[in-house]
């Protein structure tokens, strides 16, 4: 150890060393930066060379200010170079271990320490007068002061003016502390003098009183005059001082006294650091059990950070428990900083403007630092996790924040970077830094974030034991944002699950089935957790949305035709929709044994408005070339014939121009539909219809090889393919938008097809979007040249609302009756509606291939119902009334609809018409061509509530004219009838299986399936009047039941578990009345049907509860009157002599019945008996309807 080394001979050393490694002492000048003009910030300890002035910063333990400036020998010490090879290096020492170049025999701690107590005592000798914090000082200059250190504030810089620090003392009893000042740049050497806990002596301190900025006031003792002194003494001496007699001290207070503030205990924490998990925030671990935060000790440094293995003592420390909200996992914590957490929580100790670190020990060796997380200030480390992470860093800084800010901001950075990051997912520093802003900013939406400026941080220490602001009261538990998986998102959703069950009106149908059985979670704001995803197209060509660990099929709800997000950007999801499809289907396997297919579909549907794009800078032109049209005012009125260049961006000038730009207008478009190529394999294609038009000025010229002449007056078809890596475009394409493409004329473009048909190819094709306005700087600019044409408006092109094409015989302008073969109507339509009904049945193959393969389909691509000859039955209804069309839809070639939910909302198009073979009627049928848009899945409370508009009420006798031959009850509109239950013929309630249909009693099933589900089924056939005639109503299911039998939902529930018991109950209302259920007479002699069914339902019967229906009085009807079809059959030879009669019967739409006369038969006829199918049942208010039907009257 005879070596001496200088400072400039350590900065040679490549690589880190150890007093022990290169057996020698260092020597230099111990110093303190204390100048702006400096290479290193004020209050940096450097070792200086004496012979070159060379300095290199040192990590110490403590220092003394006697010691400052001094030239010294440090016998044991580290040198540690955080990165190899470049200056980045520093020095470890203990000041035990620094001596003076003159005097080897005592460390200059040693020293400095005895020549305190000496200079001490001669003070206390000359029988100074020394006061504790607590007392009444009588003096405002020179006075004496001694106490503990109970807290040493930051060191205060600030550009252009002096630095200060304060140093809380208090006496023995740690109840009471005063401040004392340290001002001046010149009295930076005595920052780390002071020692938490130590006993000081001062002299001639000054009371002096200073302003924060928030306008108060603060009495402090400055150690600003030069003949201020200050030494450190022994805990005996301090007690000396304590007990001198109280008449030593003059009683006479000053004017001023030192602010006193209340302090509480002061409490340490010692540990060996056992990970550094992210030095430039501060971040470590301690005895592998808990985090330790320093990045609000102003004091720490991130350029010499601890290493592994130093042994540390806190002070003033916040100890907290971090939990994210709903106790989800952290990636902060989880996955950047790979710390366990607790049955608690997140273990951690926050520092704060009163922390302080007492280095214990230094590590032994000089081993390359090593951390969790990378660094970002490094020269090597240029990729984009040092650019986020440095983005993060002066954010945070920039802000202000406090510990709960930070960690809140921190854990926004875990989330993206370990989400789409990490995995490569995104690749762009640009796109994080907006996702990260954006996210942040909706985050700290309800929070407000507290500026701290020079003033404030004095306040903040001084007071800190009554309120710290940076972390909180003591023991805080302190909650974080959580941002969890989509898979934890998807399984939170799915345990809150719920019968996706609306009571809407207006279902018509003559059969009672039940309608695909769904499920429904709802996530928004009010949730404890956010978010997060990308939208991507999925190689079959459905949108998800996901993140880094799995995906969710996704339905984008939006009114509006164009796609309203775009695919490949982040998300912030504010509220979203969780459903599942109950798909399952009985199979048999053989003839005695029924089994069930558990087949089931989740997605989730969010509205356009509730996703916020979290890259939302629309002037980014370097990401993707645009267009952008001029003068796009007549677009959509005046025929388009062409576009021309405008203007090109310097940034484009490298644009391809071997080939032909085009651009494209989506006038149709048609789903994802199954295919099969020339072996028999199975892809996915999707067509969308569009108008071409040429680009003068762009590309290849008119004369090239394959050039595509179009003016936008024919239709071409575009096929994206999975074959040719497109399919993953289609949803861009929607009606209405306009596209550039670039490649169209290569010859393998075209397809044969009854169309100009062209298929998109990933490889050779670029799509580049048009927009008609300049979405960035650099867009390139087209001009369109119109004609003189205007545009006539195409009837099958505007979407129609239900109560538009309901009836027949009012069709909107444009829209015919005319038919071609086998009743199909000529024209397509679009149109809008609420989904009432959803229903499954059962229909005929119409390809053998893929319905052989329905359930391989359905799993694989999501193509078919999953089961083979299954269809969907749906009815939409008008929003505002209650007009109904009902569509049979095909989609066994087709994706599976997701979001056609009961209350949704929805837009069909190229729908097929159809009239009925034996009435004016028609239906819809949904083909492979029909594609199908999502605009709401949550219906409106007007459609909830059943207000629907322009609904006339009617008298019954306004159905039955008197004048024979003029009965007209063709007619399909909705009416109303103010009437009352006059007799129930037939009420039906029985337990259905769900699966085969047959009955279930007891909970089993009749056809012995194992494990299905059951539906109540509920038929009722009442004669209804309203006083001027009668009438036959048909009411189907158990909404509409229950409601004309007014019951409660107790009655309700014990008549289903009753007709459980029974499997089946039917009640006939003629004459007496009878209760009927599915027992024979030797089963039902065993006990009393009337006795159960008051035991059951709370002492009444179900003819009881019919009869009190009956006594109930009127209430409103919503019906259609219910045609009865019958096919004419030839008639043989004996019944040719009733013809003539038969004809005038039919003719004048006449009912025939027989009545006794004197003992014989004698036929008659009579007017035909209104019949009406009910679609809803309200109860009004009594005196608005008596007033109603009096005007009703008085018009007829």
């Given at each position: 150890?005879?070596?001496?080394?200088?400072?400039?001979?350590?900065?040679?050393?490549?690589?880190?060393?150890?007093?022990?490694?290169?057996?020698?002492?260092?020597?230099?000048?111990?110093?303190?930066?204390?100048?702006?003009?400096?290479?290193?910030?004020?209050?940096?300890?450097?070792?200086?060379?004496?012979?070159?002035?060379?300095?290199?910063?040192?990590?110490?333990?403590?220092?003394?200010?006697?010691?400052?400036?001094?030239?010294?020998?440090?016998?044991?010490?580290?040198?540690?170079?955080?990165?190899?090879?470049?200056?980045?290096?520093?020095?470890?020492?203990?000041?035990?271990?620094?001596?003076?170049?003159?005097?080897?025999?005592?460390?200059?701690?040693?020293?400095?320490?005895?020549?305190?107590?000496?200079l001490f005592n001669q003070t206390v000798k000359r029988?100074?007068?020394?006061?504790?914090?607590?007392?009444?000082?009588?003096?405002?200059?020179?006075?004496?002061?001694?106490?503990?250190?109970?807290?040493?504030?930051?060191?205060?810089?600030?550009?252009?003016?002096?630095?200060?620090?304060?140093?809380?003392?208090?006496?023995?009893?740690?109840?009471?502390?005063?401040?004392?000042?340290?001002?001046?740049?010149?009295?930076?050497?005595?920052?780390?003098?002071?020692?938490?806990?130590?006993?000081?002596?001062?002299?001639?301190?000054?009371?002096?009183?200073?302003?924060?900025?928030?306008?108060?006031?603060?009495?402090?003792?400055?150690?600003?005059?030069?003949?201020?002194?200050?030494?450190?003494?022994?805990?005996?001496?301090?007690?000396?001082?304590?007990?001198?007699?109280?008449?030593?001290?003059?009683?006479?207070?000053?004017?001023?006294?030192?602010?006193?503030?209340?302090?509480?205990?002061?409490?340490?924490?010692?540990?060996?650091?056992?990970?550094?998990?992210?030095?430039?925030?501060?971040?470590?671990?301690?005895?592998?059990?808990?985090?330790?935060?320093?990045?609000?000790?102003?004091?720490?440094?991130?350029?010499?950070?601890?290493?592994?293995?130093?042994?540390?003592?806190?002070?003033?420390?916040?100890?907290?428990?971090?939990?994210?909200?709903?106790?989800?996992?952290?990636?902060?914590?989880?996955?950047?900083?790979?710390?366990?957490?607790?049955?608690?929580?997140?273990?951690?100790?926050?520092?704060?403007?009163?922390?302080?670190?007492?280095?214990?020990?230094?590590?032994?060796?000089?081993?390359?630092?090593?951390?969790?997380?990378?660094?970002?200030?490094?020269?090597?480390?240029?990729?984009?996790?040092?650019?986020?992470?440095?983005?993060?860093?002066?954010?945070?800084?920039?802000?202000?924040?406090?510990?709960?800010?930070?960690?809140?901001?921190?854990?926004?950075?875990?989330?993206?970077?370990?989400?789409?990051?990490?995995?490569?997912?995104?690749?762009?520093?640009?796109?994080?830094?907006?996702?990260?802003?954006?996210?942040?900013?909706?985050?700290?939406?309800?929070?407000?974030?507290?500026?701290?400026?020079?003033?404030?941080?004095?306040?903040?220490?001084?007071?800190?034991?009554?309120?710290?602001?940076?972390?909180?009261?003591?023991?805080?538990?302190?909650?974080?944002?959580?941002?969890?998986?989509?898979?934890?998102?998807?399984?939170?959703?799915?345990?809150?699950?719920?019968?996706?069950?609306?009571?809407?009106?207006?279902?018509?149908?003559?059969?009672?089935?039940?309608?695909?059985?769904?499920?429904?979670?709802?996530?928004?704001?009010?949730?404890?957790?956010?978010?997060?995803?990308?939208?991507?197209?999925?190689?079959?060509?459905?949108?998800?949305?996901?993140?880094?660990?799995?995906?969710?099929?996704?339905?984008?709800?939006?009114?509006?035709?164009?796609?309203?997000?775009?695919?490949?950007?982040?998300?912030?999801?504010?509220?979203?929709?969780?459903?599942?499809?109950?798909?399952?289907?009985?199979?048999?396997?053989?003839?005695?044994?029924?089994?069930?297919?558990?087949?089931?579909?989740?997605?989730?549907?969010?509205?356009?408005?509730?996703?916020?794009?979290?890259?939302?800078?629309?002037?980014?032109?370097?990401?993707?070339?645009?267009?952008?049209?001029?003068?796009?005012?007549?677009?959509?009125?005046?025929?388009?014939?062409?576009?021309?260049?405008?203007?090109?961006?310097?940034?484009?000038?490298?644009?391809?121009?071997?080939?032909?730009?085009?651009?494209?207008?989506?006038?149709?478009?048609?789903?994802?539909?199954?295919?099969?190529?020339?072996?028999?394999?199975?892809?996915?294609?999707?067509?969308?219809?569009?108008?071409?038009?040429?680009?003068?000025?762009?590309?290849?010229?008119?004369?090239?090889?394959?050039?595509?002449?179009?003016?936008?007056?024919?239709?071409?078809?575009?096929?994206?393919?999975?074959?040719?890596?497109?399919?993953?475009?289609?949803?861009?394409?929607?009606?209405?938008?306009?596209?550039?493409?670039?490649?169209?004329?290569?010859?393998?473009?075209?397809?044969?097809?009854p169309r100009f048909a062209l298929t998109i190819d990933?490889?050779?094709?670029?799509?580049?979007?048009?927009?008609?306005?300049?979405?960035?700087?650099?867009?390139?600019?087209?001009?369109?040249?119109?004609?003189?044409?205007?545009?006539?408006?195409?009837?099958?092109?505007?979407?129609?609302?239900?109560?538009?094409?309901?009836?027949?015989?009012?069709?909107?302008?444009?829209?015919?009756?005319?038919?071609?073969?086998?009743?199909?109507?000529?024209?397509?339509?679009?149109?809008?509606?609420?989904?009432?009904?959803?229903?499954?049945?059962?229909?005929?193959?119409?390809?053998?291939?893929?319905?052989?393969?329905?359930?391989?389909?359905?799993?694989?691509?999501?193509?078919?119902?999953?089961?083979?000859?299954?269809?969907l039955f749906i009815q939409l209804r008008q929003p505002?009334?209650?007009?109904?069309?009902?569509?049979?839809?095909?989609?066994?070639?087709?994706?599976?609809?997701?979001?056609?939910?009961?209350?949704?909302?929805?837009?069909?198009?190229?729908?097929?018409?159809?009239?009925?073979?034996?009435?004016?009627?028609?239906?819809?049928?949904?083909?492979?061509?029909?594609?199908?848009?999502?605009?709401?899945?949550?219906?409106?409370?007007?459609?909830?509530?059943?207000?629907?508009?322009?609904?006339?009420?009617?008298?019954?006798?306004?159905?039955?004219?008197?004048?024979?031959?003029?009965?007209?009850?063709?007619?399909?509109?909705?009416?109303?009838?103010?009437?009352?239950?006059?007799?129930?013929?037939?009420?039906?309630?029985?337990?259905?299986?769900?699966?085969?249909?047959?009955?279930?009693?007891?909970?089993?099933?009749?056809?012995?399936?194992?494990?299905?589900?059951?539906?109540?089924?509920?038929?009722?056939?009442?004669?209804?009047?309203?006083?001027?005639?009668?009438?036959?109503?048909?009411?189907?299911?158990?909404?509409?039941?229950?409601?004309?039998?007014?019951?409660?939902?107790?009655?309700?529930?014990?008549?289903?578990?009753?007709?459980?018991?029974?499997?089946?109950?039917?009640?006939?209302?003629?004459?007496?009345?009878?209760?009927?259920?599915?027992?024979?007479?030797?089963?039902?002699?065993?006990?009393?049907?009337?006795?159960?069914?008051?035991?059951?339902?709370?002492?009444?019967?179900?003819?009881?509860?019919?009869?009190?229906?009956?006594?109930?009085?009127?209430?409103?009807?919503?019906?259609?009157?219910?045609?009865?079809?019958?096919?004419?059959?030839?008639?043989?030879?004996?019944?040719?002599?009733?013809?003539?009669?038969?004809?005038?019967?039919?003719?004048?739409?006449?009912?025939?019945?027989?009545?006794?006369?004197?003992?014989?038969?004698?036929?008659?006829?009579?007017?035909?008996?209104?019949?009406?199918?009910?679609?809803?049942?309200?109860?009004?208010?009594?005196?608005?309807?008596?007033?109603?039907?009096?005007?009703?009257?008085?018009?007829?």
């Amino acid at each position: 150890m005879a070596n001496t080394l200088g400072v400039s001979d350590l900065k040679n050393y490549p690589y880190g060393t150890t007093h022990r490694e290169a057996k020698a002492m260092i020597s230099g000048i111990l110093g303190v930066a204390n100048s702006e003009s400096g290479d290193y910030p004020r209050g940096t300890v450097l070792l200086v060379d004496t012979m070159t002035n060379d300095p290199i910063p040192c990590l110490v333990n403590r220092l003394r200010a006697n010691v400052v400036n001094t030239p010294v020998i440090v016998k044991k010490w580290n040198l540690v170079n955080l990165q190899e090879g470049a200056n980045s290096c520093h020095l470890e020492f203990r000041l035990e271990d620094v001596y003076r170049e003159t005097s080897s025999k005592k460390s200059v701690l040693k020293e400095d320490l005895s020549g305190d107590w000496f200079l001490f005592n001669q003070t206390v000798k000359r029988k100074a007068s020394y006061y504790i914090p607590g007392d009444h000082i009588s003096l405002r200059e020179n006075v004496y002061m001694a106490g503990i250190v109970h807290a040493i504030s930051t060191l205060y810089v600030q550009p252009n003016k002096p630095a200060m620090f304060f140093v809380q003392m208090t006496s023995s009893t740690e109840l009471k502390a005063i401040n004392i000042l340290f001002q001046g740049d010149g009295l930076i050497d005595y920052y780390r003098h002071f020692q938490i806990g130590g006993a000081y002596a001062f002299q001639n301190l000054c009371i002096e009183t200073i302003n924060s900025t928030d306008r108060n006031s603060l009495c402090v003792l400055t150690f600003g005059h030069k003949k201020a002194k200050c030494q450190s003494i022994t805990y005996t001496q301090l007690q000396d001082i304590c007990r001198m007699p109280a008449s030593s001290i003059s009683s006479n207070s000053s004017a001023e006294q030192p602010t006193l503030v209340d302090v509480h205990k002061h409490k340490t924490y010692t540990g060996t650091i056992t990970r550094v998990i992210d030095s430039m925030f501060g971040i470590y671990e301690l005895d592998r059990k808990i985090i330790i935060s320093l990045f609000h000790l102003f004091s720490y440094s991130a350029d010499m950070p601890f290493r592994i293995d130093t042994r540390v003592r806190l002070h003033h420390f916040h100890a907290v428990i971090v939990n994210p909200e709903d106790d989800e996992t952290s990636y902060l914590f989880q996955h950047v900083w790979q710390v366990d957490k607790s049955d608690e929580g997140y273990l951690a100790l926050a520092a704060c403007f009163q922390s302080h670190v007492e280095i214990l020990k230094f590590p032994k060796n000089h081993n390359v630092f090593e951390e969790t997380t990378s660094r970002f200030f490094l020269a090597h480390n240029t990729d984009i996790s040092a650019q986020i992470k440095l983005y993060v860093f002066t954010d945070i800084i920039r802000r202000k924040s406090t510990f709960q800010q930070l960690l809140r901001q921190l854990e926004v950075y875990a989330a993206l970077t370990v989400k789409f990051i990490d995995t490569h997912i995104v690749a762009d520093f640009s796109v994080f830094q907006r996702a990260y802003r954006t996210v942040r900013d909706q985050v700290f939406a309800t929070t407000r974030t507290r500026v701290m400026q020079a003033g404030d941080m004095m306040n903040d220490f001084v007071l800190h034991d009554t309120v710290c602001v940076l972390v909180g009261e003591e023991n805080l538990r302190v909650v974080i944002d959580a941002y969890p998986s989509l898979d934890r998102v998807k399984a939170k959703l799915e345990c809150k699950l719920e019968d996706n069950h609306l009571d809407l009106a207006g279902g018509n149908t003559m059969f009672e089935k039940e309608n695909v059985l769904v499920q429904r979670a709802d996530y928004d704001q009010t949730a404890e957790y956010c978010i997060l995803g990308m939208l991507q197209v999925s190689r079959d060509g459905r949108l998800y949305l996901m993140d880094n660990a799995s995906r969710i099929l996704f339905v984008l709800a939006s009114s509006s035709s164009d796609m309203p997000a775009k695919v490949g950007e982040i998300y912030l999801v504010r509220r979203l929709q969780l459903f599942t499809e109950d798909l399952s289907f009985v199979e048999n396997e053989d003839e005695e044994f029924i089994k069930r297919k558990d087949l089931r579909l989740t997605y989730a549907v969010c509205q356009a408005s509730d996703l916020l794009l979290l890259d939302n800078d629309e002037d980014d032109g370097h990401k993707n070339t645009t267009f952008c049209l001029l003068e796009h005012q007549d677009l959509g009125t005046r025929k388009l014939d062409k576009l021309s260049l405008c203007h090109v961006s310097e940034n484009n000038h490298n644009l391809p121009k071997q080939h032909q730009y085009l651009a494209v207008h989506v006038v149709n478009r048609f789903p994802v539909e199954a295919c099969f190529t020339a072996n028999g394999s199975v892809y996915l294609e999707c067509r969308v219809v569009v108008k071409m038009y040429e680009i003068e000025g762009l590309g290849s010229s008119r004369s090239s090889p394959g050039f595509i002449e179009t003016n936008g007056s024919t239709d071409f078809v575009l096929v994206f393919s999975s074959l040719k890596n497109s399919l993953h475009l289609h949803l861009d394409f929607q009606v209405g938008s306009y596209w550039i493409i670039y490649g169209l004329d290569r010859p393998e473009s075209f397809i044969k097809a009854p169309r100009f048909a062209l298929t998109i190819d990933a490889d050779k094709h670029t799509v580049y979007p048009l927009s008609c306005t300049a979405a960035n700087s650099n867009a390139i600019q087209l001009l369109p040249h119109y004609s003189q044409d205007m545009i006539p408006q195409d009837p099958q092109s505007l979407i129609y609302t239900v109560s538009q094409v309901a009836d027949m015989e009012h069709l909107p302008a444009g829209l015919t009756t005319a038919t071609i073969a086998q009743h199909y109507l000529e024209q397509l339509v679009h149109v809008q509606g609420v989904v009432i009904i959803k229903r499954f049945m059962e229909g005929y193959s119409a390809h053998g291939t893929l319905n052989k393969h329905a359930f391989k389909l359905y799993n694989q691509l999501g193509v078919s119902t999953g089961k083979t000859n299954r269809k969907l039955f749906i009815q939409l209804r008008q929003p505002d009334s209650l007009d109904v069309i009902s569509i049979y839809m095909d989609v066994h070639k087709i994706h599976y609809p997701v979001g056609l939910v009961i209350g949704a909302t929805v837009t069909f198009r190229n729908l097929i018409r159809k009239k009925k073979a034996f009435s004016e009627e028609s239906f819809f049928l949904a083909d492979s061509t029909a594609c199908i848009q999502v605009n709401n899945t949550t219906p409106s409370p007007n459609v909830v509530s059943m207000e629907p508009a322009r609904v006339k009420t009617r008298l019954i006798s306004s159905f039955l004219n008197t004048d024979i031959g003029l009965q007209d009850l063709t007619g399909r509109q909705i009416f109303r009838l103010f009437c009352y239950i006059h007799a129930i013929i037939n009420l039906t309630l029985k337990w259905e299986c769900r699966d085969c249909g047959s009955i279930v009693r007891n909970k089993d099933c009749y056809g012995m399936c194992q494990g299905a589900s059951r539906v109540f089924s509920a038929h009722a056939l009442v004669q209804i009047s309203d006083g001027t005639a009668n009438a036959n109503a048909g009411i189907d299911g158990e909404r509409l039941v229950f409601r004309l039998l007014q019951l409660s939902s107790n009655q309700i529930d014990a008549l289903k578990n009753l007709v459980l018991d029974y499997g089946q109950l039917t009640y006939g209302g003629w004459g007496a009345g009878k209760v009927t259920t599915m027992d024979d007479e030797e089963e039902r002699m065993s006990y009393d049907p009337e006795k159960e069914q008051r035991n059951a339902m709370h002492g009444y019967t179900l003819e009881d509860l019919c009869n009190n229906a009956k006594r109930a009085g009127q209430f409103y009807l919503y019906g259609q009157v219910e045609q009865k079809t019958s096919r004419k059959r030839a008639r043989d030879e004996e019944e040719e002599y009733e013809l003539c009669t038969d004809d005038l019967v039919e003719q004048f739409q006449l009912r025939k019945f027989k009545i006794s006369d004197n003992g014989s038969l004698l036929k008659t006829a009579e007017l035909s008996k209104l019949r009406v199918k009910v679609v809803e049942i309200t109860f009004p208010d009594a005196k608005a309807a008596a007033y109603e039907m009096l005007d009703a009257l008085n018009q007829t």
